[in-house]
Protein backbone atom coordinates (compact mmCIF):
# COMPACT_ATOMS: atom_id res chain seq x y z
CA UNK A 1 0.00 0.00 0.00
CA UNK A 2 2.73 2.67 0.62
CA UNK A 3 4.70 1.64 -2.14
CA UNK A 4 1.64 1.80 -4.45
CA UNK A 5 0.73 5.48 -2.46
CA UNK A 6 3.94 7.03 -3.35
CA UNK A 7 2.71 8.57 -6.25
CA UNK A 8 -0.42 10.59 -4.25
CA UNK A 9 2.20 11.95 -1.90
CA UNK A 10 4.18 13.37 -4.68
CA UNK A 11 0.92 15.11 -6.06
CA UNK A 12 -0.91 16.17 -3.43
CA UNK A 13 2.25 17.38 -1.35
CA UNK A 14 3.48 18.73 -5.04
CA UNK A 15 7.09 18.39 -3.35
CA UNK A 16 8.53 14.96 -4.74
CA UNK A 17 11.01 15.93 -6.66
CA UNK A 18 12.82 19.13 -4.72
CA UNK A 19 16.28 19.52 -4.40
CA UNK A 20 16.19 20.10 -0.57
CA UNK A 21 12.76 19.02 0.23
CA UNK A 22 10.55 20.51 3.04
CA UNK A 23 9.17 19.97 6.61
CA UNK A 24 5.33 18.82 6.17
CA UNK A 25 4.61 22.37 7.87
CA UNK A 26 5.33 24.07 4.99
CA UNK A 27 2.17 21.83 2.75
CA UNK A 28 -1.13 22.83 2.90
CA UNK A 29 -3.83 20.80 4.20
CA UNK A 30 -2.10 17.73 4.44
CA UNK A 31 -4.28 14.96 4.79
CA UNK A 32 -3.84 11.83 6.99
CA UNK A 33 -3.06 9.40 4.51
CA UNK A 34 -0.24 12.32 3.12
CA UNK A 35 0.93 12.68 6.99
CA UNK A 36 1.64 9.32 7.13
CA UNK A 37 3.72 8.66 3.67
CA UNK A 38 5.44 12.44 4.67
CA UNK A 39 6.78 10.38 8.02
CA UNK A 40 7.58 6.67 6.25
CA UNK A 41 9.82 8.55 3.99
CA UNK A 42 10.87 10.90 7.02
CA UNK A 43 11.51 6.57 8.73
CA UNK A 44 13.29 5.79 5.08
CA UNK A 45 15.77 9.11 5.83
CA UNK A 46 16.85 8.38 9.41
CA UNK A 47 17.76 4.60 8.26
CA UNK A 48 19.82 5.92 5.54
CA UNK A 49 21.95 7.99 8.17
CA UNK A 50 22.02 5.45 10.57
CA UNK A 51 23.92 3.23 7.91
CA UNK A 52 25.64 6.28 6.96
CA UNK A 53 27.00 5.98 10.74
CA UNK A 54 29.17 2.80 9.79
CA UNK A 55 30.63 4.47 6.31
CA UNK A 56 30.93 8.06 6.63
CA UNK A 57 31.31 8.56 2.37
CA UNK A 58 27.47 8.08 2.58
CA UNK A 59 27.45 11.09 4.10
CA UNK A 60 28.27 13.10 1.62
CA UNK A 61 25.99 15.52 -0.20
CA UNK A 62 27.01 13.87 -3.59
CA UNK A 63 26.27 10.18 -2.18
CA UNK A 64 23.17 11.69 -0.89
CA UNK A 65 21.51 12.97 -3.79
CA UNK A 66 22.79 9.99 -6.24
CA UNK A 67 20.74 7.91 -3.56
CA UNK A 68 17.82 10.16 -3.89
CA UNK A 69 17.85 9.72 -7.45
CA UNK A 70 18.05 6.08 -7.16
CA UNK A 71 14.97 6.13 -5.06
CA UNK A 72 13.34 8.11 -7.23
CA UNK A 73 14.14 6.37 -9.88
CA UNK A 74 12.59 3.11 -8.35
CA UNK A 75 9.38 4.57 -7.59
CA UNK A 76 8.73 5.90 -11.21
CA UNK A 77 10.32 3.10 -12.80
CA UNK A 78 7.35 0.60 -10.77
CA UNK A 79 4.52 3.67 -11.27
CA UNK A 80 4.74 3.64 -15.12
CA UNK A 81 3.74 0.20 -14.71
CA UNK A 82 1.83 0.39 -12.27
CA UNK A 83 -1.07 -1.08 -14.04
CA UNK A 84 0.53 -4.07 -15.14
CA UNK A 85 1.82 -5.77 -12.45
CA UNK A 86 3.90 -8.49 -14.80
CA UNK A 87 6.06 -5.25 -15.78
CA UNK A 88 6.42 -4.58 -12.53
CA UNK A 89 8.01 -8.22 -11.83
CA UNK A 90 10.21 -7.15 -14.74
CA UNK A 91 11.32 -4.17 -12.70
CA UNK A 92 11.85 -6.36 -9.35
CA UNK A 93 13.64 -8.93 -11.19
CA UNK A 94 16.22 -7.07 -13.09
CA UNK A 95 16.89 -4.39 -10.36
CA UNK A 96 17.71 -8.25 -8.19
CA UNK A 97 19.71 -9.11 -11.32
CA UNK A 98 21.79 -6.03 -11.61
CA UNK A 99 22.46 -6.31 -7.82
CA UNK A 100 24.13 -9.78 -8.49
CA UNK A 101 25.86 -8.83 -11.37
CA UNK A 102 27.86 -5.84 -9.66
CA UNK A 103 28.30 -7.78 -6.87
CA UNK A 104 30.13 -10.23 -9.20
CA UNK A 105 31.44 -7.87 -11.06
CA UNK A 106 33.44 -6.65 -8.34
CA UNK A 107 34.41 -9.86 -7.05
CA UNK A 108 35.67 -11.60 -10.09
CA UNK A 109 37.35 -8.19 -11.32
CA UNK A 110 35.36 -8.72 -14.27
CA UNK A 111 32.86 -6.92 -16.59
CA UNK A 112 29.44 -8.03 -17.87
CA UNK A 113 27.94 -6.88 -21.06
CA UNK A 114 24.55 -6.57 -20.67
CA UNK A 115 23.61 -6.89 -24.10
CA UNK A 116 24.73 -10.56 -23.94
CA UNK A 117 22.43 -11.27 -21.15
CA UNK A 118 19.19 -9.38 -22.70
CA UNK A 119 19.96 -11.47 -26.13
CA UNK A 120 19.42 -14.75 -24.52
CA UNK A 121 16.63 -14.07 -21.77
CA UNK A 122 14.67 -12.34 -25.03
CA UNK A 123 15.57 -14.95 -27.27
CA UNK A 124 14.07 -18.01 -24.69
CA UNK A 125 10.95 -15.29 -23.48
CA UNK A 126 10.05 -14.91 -27.56
CA UNK A 127 10.45 -18.74 -28.70
CA UNK A 128 9.00 -20.39 -25.97
CA UNK A 129 8.51 -23.46 -27.95
CA UNK A 130 11.50 -24.37 -28.47
CA UNK A 131 13.02 -23.85 -24.53
CA UNK A 132 10.64 -26.23 -22.42
CA UNK A 133 13.74 -27.08 -20.52
CA UNK A 134 16.26 -25.30 -18.48
CA UNK A 135 18.08 -27.90 -16.79
CA UNK A 136 21.05 -28.33 -19.13
CA UNK A 137 21.07 -24.52 -19.48
CA UNK A 138 21.25 -24.81 -15.81
CA UNK A 139 24.09 -27.09 -15.77
CA UNK A 140 26.27 -25.17 -18.08
CA UNK A 141 25.93 -22.09 -16.88
CA UNK A 142 27.07 -23.57 -13.48
CA UNK A 143 30.35 -25.52 -15.47
CA UNK A 144 31.52 -22.29 -16.81
CA UNK A 145 30.62 -20.50 -13.42
CA UNK A 146 33.16 -22.83 -11.97
CA UNK A 147 35.44 -22.18 -14.35
CA UNK A 148 35.61 -19.00 -14.48
CA UNK A 149 35.46 -18.81 -10.12
CA UNK A 150 38.52 -21.20 -10.50
CA UNK A 151 40.65 -19.42 -12.89
CA UNK A 152 40.16 -16.20 -10.31
CA UNK A 153 41.01 -18.41 -7.61
CA UNK A 154 44.06 -19.32 -9.18
CA UNK A 155 45.40 -16.09 -10.05
CA UNK A 156 44.60 -14.94 -7.00
CA UNK A 157 46.71 -17.63 -5.06
CA UNK A 158 49.61 -16.39 -7.60
CA UNK A 159 48.88 -12.94 -6.69
CA UNK A 160 48.52 -13.84 -3.04
CA UNK A 161 52.27 -15.31 -3.24
CA UNK A 162 53.88 -12.35 -4.96
CA UNK A 163 52.73 -10.04 -2.28
CA UNK A 164 53.68 -13.02 0.60
CA UNK A 165 57.06 -13.26 -0.52
CA UNK A 166 57.41 -9.27 -0.88
CA UNK A 167 56.29 -8.69 2.05
CA UNK A 168 58.41 -11.57 4.12
CA UNK A 169 61.23 -9.63 2.47
CA UNK A 170 60.96 -6.53 4.06
CA UNK A 171 60.26 -8.00 7.40
CA UNK A 172 62.83 -10.25 7.20
CA UNK A 173 61.16 -13.68 7.68
CA UNK A 174 62.48 -17.10 7.36
CA UNK A 175 60.38 -19.06 4.46
CA UNK A 176 58.50 -22.20 6.33
CA UNK A 177 57.05 -23.12 3.32
CA UNK A 178 55.23 -21.64 -0.13
CA UNK A 179 52.61 -20.13 1.92
CA UNK A 180 53.96 -19.28 5.73
CA UNK A 181 57.30 -17.25 6.89
CA UNK A 182 58.24 -16.38 10.39
CA UNK A 183 60.91 -14.96 12.98
CA UNK A 184 61.12 -15.72 16.73
CA UNK A 185 60.95 -12.66 18.78
CA UNK A 186 61.17 -14.11 22.11
CA UNK A 187 62.53 -17.66 22.56
CA UNK A 188 61.39 -20.28 25.10
CA UNK A 189 62.00 -23.29 26.13
CA UNK A 190 61.40 -27.14 26.20
CA UNK A 191 60.21 -29.44 23.20
CA UNK A 192 57.94 -28.60 20.14
CA UNK A 193 54.20 -29.62 20.89
CA UNK A 194 52.99 -32.76 18.65
CA UNK A 195 49.60 -33.63 17.56
CA UNK A 196 46.93 -33.91 20.43
CA UNK A 197 49.27 -31.81 22.50
CA UNK A 198 46.89 -29.37 24.20
CA UNK A 199 48.39 -25.54 24.20
CA UNK A 200 47.64 -22.95 26.06
CA UNK A 201 48.33 -19.73 23.50
CA UNK A 202 47.59 -15.89 22.63
CA UNK A 203 47.17 -15.24 18.84
CA UNK A 204 46.88 -12.27 17.47
CA UNK A 205 45.74 -11.46 13.27
CA UNK A 206 46.33 -7.99 11.59
CA UNK A 207 46.74 -7.05 8.23
CA UNK A 208 50.28 -5.33 6.85
CA UNK A 209 49.03 -1.68 7.72
CA UNK A 210 48.36 -2.79 11.35
CA UNK A 211 44.49 -3.39 11.44
CA UNK A 212 43.75 -5.90 13.97
CA UNK A 213 41.07 -8.25 12.74
CA UNK A 214 39.19 -8.53 15.91
CA UNK A 215 39.16 -12.40 15.98
CA UNK A 216 37.91 -14.32 19.12
CA UNK A 217 41.10 -14.97 21.46
CA UNK A 218 41.05 -18.29 21.76
CA UNK A 219 43.23 -19.24 24.67
CA UNK A 220 43.14 -23.48 24.40
CA UNK A 221 43.94 -25.59 21.11
CA UNK A 222 44.34 -29.20 20.77
CA UNK A 223 47.29 -29.20 18.25
CA UNK A 224 45.65 -31.35 14.90
CA UNK A 225 41.66 -31.13 16.44
CA UNK A 226 39.17 -30.58 13.17
CA UNK A 227 38.29 -27.30 14.26
CA UNK A 228 41.93 -25.94 13.70
CA UNK A 229 42.76 -24.63 10.93
CA UNK A 230 46.04 -26.49 9.15
CA UNK A 231 48.25 -23.30 8.79
CA UNK A 232 47.64 -22.80 12.93
CA UNK A 233 48.35 -26.20 13.68
CA UNK A 234 51.51 -25.36 11.31
CA UNK A 235 51.98 -22.52 13.02
CA UNK A 236 51.94 -24.53 16.70
CA UNK A 237 54.57 -26.56 16.01
CA UNK A 238 57.53 -23.93 14.61
CA UNK A 239 57.02 -22.61 18.37
CA UNK A 240 58.76 -23.83 21.65
CA UNK A 241 56.74 -23.20 25.05
CA UNK A 242 57.33 -19.84 25.97
CA UNK A 243 58.26 -18.32 22.82
CA UNK A 244 56.29 -15.75 20.31
CA UNK A 245 56.74 -15.79 16.46
CA UNK A 246 55.69 -13.71 14.34
CA UNK A 247 54.40 -15.50 11.23
CA UNK A 248 53.63 -13.87 7.27
CA UNK A 249 50.35 -15.85 5.38
CA UNK A 250 47.82 -15.24 3.18
CA UNK A 251 44.06 -14.65 3.63
CA UNK A 252 43.61 -17.50 1.14
CA UNK A 253 46.18 -19.87 2.99
CA UNK A 254 44.07 -18.56 6.64
CA UNK A 255 40.64 -18.95 5.99
CA UNK A 256 40.31 -20.44 1.89
CA UNK A 257 37.03 -19.45 0.15
CA UNK A 258 35.73 -18.10 3.15
CA UNK A 259 38.24 -14.80 2.65
CA UNK A 260 35.77 -12.77 0.94
CA UNK A 261 32.87 -13.46 3.77
CA UNK A 262 35.58 -12.27 5.81
CA UNK A 263 35.90 -9.14 4.64
CA UNK A 264 39.29 -10.00 3.13
CA UNK A 265 41.15 -9.95 -0.53
CA UNK A 266 41.93 -13.92 -0.73
CA UNK A 267 45.91 -12.27 -2.42
CA UNK A 268 45.80 -10.18 1.07
CA UNK A 269 48.61 -10.66 3.68
CA UNK A 270 48.09 -11.71 7.26
CA UNK A 271 50.33 -11.14 10.23
CA UNK A 272 49.68 -13.35 12.86
CA UNK A 273 51.45 -12.66 16.19
CA UNK A 274 51.85 -16.24 18.22
CA UNK A 275 52.61 -17.12 22.35
CA UNK A 276 52.76 -21.04 23.26
CA UNK A 277 52.48 -20.20 26.96
CA UNK A 278 52.04 -23.48 28.06
CA UNK A 279 51.85 -27.55 26.47
CA UNK A 280 50.11 -30.30 28.08
CA UNK A 281 51.28 -33.42 26.43
CA UNK A 282 48.95 -35.95 25.14
CA UNK A 283 50.23 -38.40 27.75
CA UNK A 284 49.50 -35.94 30.35
CA UNK A 285 46.23 -35.32 29.96
CA UNK A 286 43.14 -35.83 31.82
CA UNK A 287 40.22 -38.06 30.45
CA UNK A 288 38.24 -34.79 31.32
CA UNK A 289 41.04 -32.68 29.01
CA UNK A 290 41.37 -34.86 26.08
CA UNK A 291 37.62 -35.41 25.42
CA UNK A 292 36.83 -31.74 26.22
CA UNK A 293 35.93 -29.90 23.20
CA UNK A 294 38.48 -27.53 22.23
CA UNK A 295 37.64 -24.24 20.55
CA UNK A 296 38.31 -23.67 17.33
CA UNK A 297 40.90 -21.54 15.69
Known amino acids: MLAASALSLCTALSGCGSDKGKPLSDFRDASELDSMLYYYGQVQGYDYLKRASNDTSMLSEEQRKLYLDGVRAGI ?4 EGAKNEIYNQGVRRGARIAMKVMEFEQEYDVTFTDDVFMESITYVLMHPNDHTNGIAAQRTFYNLYDVIRNKHRSNMR ?9 EARELKLSKIDSNLYYKIIHKGSGEYPHPGDALYVAVDFEKTDGTNLG ?3 TERVI ?22 GVFATTADAVFGPRAEISGLYSDEVLIITAKINDIIHRDEQSVEESESDAPSL
Not at 76 to 79: D, K, M, P, V, W
Not at 223 to 241: D, Q, R
Open 76 to 79: EALR
Open 158 to 166: KEAMRNLTE
Open 215 to 217: MPA
Open 223 to 244: VGAPGVMPIMNHIFTSLTKGST
